[in-house]
């Protein structure tokens, strides 16, 4: 057989042979997997954008994976021909987080290892690194049930925003000045905050009238969309 026809039938078509009684228990192990994956990235991720959202491609993108690798496993042509497809594709999602990418990369891992067969090391590294999350969590950074918001406030007259800032301090977790702006004798502040305690804007609201008794006030929820 000459090198060329050693070439060629190394890049056949080659028929693809799938036992479709392990496919449906790999498949229903990846969803199960990247299901787990996703509890502990709602519970225990700190990404300042909206976790429940970003989250719920994690399935989608676990089983796409799977899928992919189970065809092209067996296939040289095949497996060339993703490189190719994947070079004319783009991807413009944009990740403002580490950790989300860390986790993006932690569900492809789990595709990959059910497609390509390798159930029982997938089924050991899932365990493992779901304990790590938790334990990492548990003993490094004890779980503070959080309240992200914004806060909006509107002063006649000028108030100076280290004295606000000193005050907020007391409450919160995290704070950033996002606005400050001084209009006509109106003073406005956006401040991009974490409260301790969800119960304790009371005590933030009193505090802050207590500077001036005309202030407007407004609280709303940070679901991630500015950062």
Known sequence: MTNNEIFKAFFSQQLIEINYSDFAFDF???ILST???????????????NRQNFS?????????????????????????GLVGAL???????????P???????????????FGSGNRVLTLLFVISVSLV??????LFNKVIHEAPLFLFL??????????????LNKYTSFIELNRYQVDNDVT?????????????????????????????????ENKGLFT
């Open 28 to 30: 229903a192990l990846t």
């Open 35 to 49: 299901l787990l994956i996703s509890f502990l990235f709602n519970k225990f991720s700190k990404t300042l954008s």
């Open 56 to 80: 719920k491609i994690f399935i989608l993108l676990g089983v796409t994976t799977m899928m992919v690798i189970s065809i092209i496993k067996s296939s040289i042509a095949l497996s060339l």
């Open 87 to 97: 070079s004319i594709i783009r991807f413009r999602a944009a990740i403002k987080d």
């Open 99 to 113: 950790e989300e990418l860390v986790y993006i990369f932690l569900v492809m891992g789990i595709g990959l290892g």
């Open 133 to 138: 999350i938790v334990l990492k969590s548990l």
């Open 154 to 167: 509107t002063f006649k007259g000028e108030v100076k925003s280290s004295e606000l800032i000193s005050l």
């Open 188 to 220: 406005y502040f956006i401040f991009n905050l974490k409260l301790k305690n969800i119960q304790q804007i009371e005590g933030i609201k009193n505090e802050i009238q207590s500077i001036d008794n005309s202030v407007e006030i407004t609280f709303t």
